[in-house]
């Protein structure tokens, strides 16, 4: 599919991607913050779980759940986000750039 320039025809154009990029950054502090309570339910699982084993247990269990925890969440976070933003930016920004004029525009879609 050809796509032009809509201000001064050139076909040097290319995608910014911009919503994916700012959505995923923000998806991921969202989901840091999501990981921090999953992080503490995490610890005090963990916790529980390894007071079977006695003192050790217990930490090393905690900082495994407080781990798991947050990882699971930043990257469940960033992903929505990221998914979130692609959305944004073929539905609603401007997320073609020409190269030449600088013109910032979207392809109006076909459907
Ligand atoms: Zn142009």
């Known amino acids: 599919m050809a796509t032009e320039c809509s201000k001064c025809g050139s076909v040097k154009i290319r995608f910014r991607h911009q919503g994916r990029k700012v959505c995923?950054?923000?998806?991921?502090?969202a989901g840091s913050a999501g990981g921090a309570a999953g992080a503490w339910s995490g610890?005090?699982?963990?916790?529980?779980?390894?007071?079977?084993?006695?003192?050790?247990?217990?930490?090393v269990g905690g900082l495994?759940?407080?781990?798991?925890?947050?990882l699971a969440g930043g990257a469940a976070g960033?992903?929505?986000?990221?998914?979130?933003?692609?959305?944004?930016?073929?539905?609603?920004?401007?997320n073609?750039?020409?190269?030449?004029?600088?013109?910032?525009?979207?392809?109006r879609s076909a459907q």
């Open 96 to 107: 073609l750039e020409c190269q030449d004029c600088g013109h910032t525009f979207r392809i």
């Open 43 to 59: 610890s005090q699982a963990g916790a529980m779980a390894g007071a079977f084993a006695g003192p050790v247990g217990i930490t």
């Open 24 to 29: 995923g950054s923000v998806g991921i502090a």
């Open 64 to 70: 495994a759940g407080a781990v798991f925890g947050a």
């Open 78 to 94: 960033g992903v929505t986000g990221a998914r979130f933003g692609s959305e944004l930016d073929e539905r609603v920004l401007d």
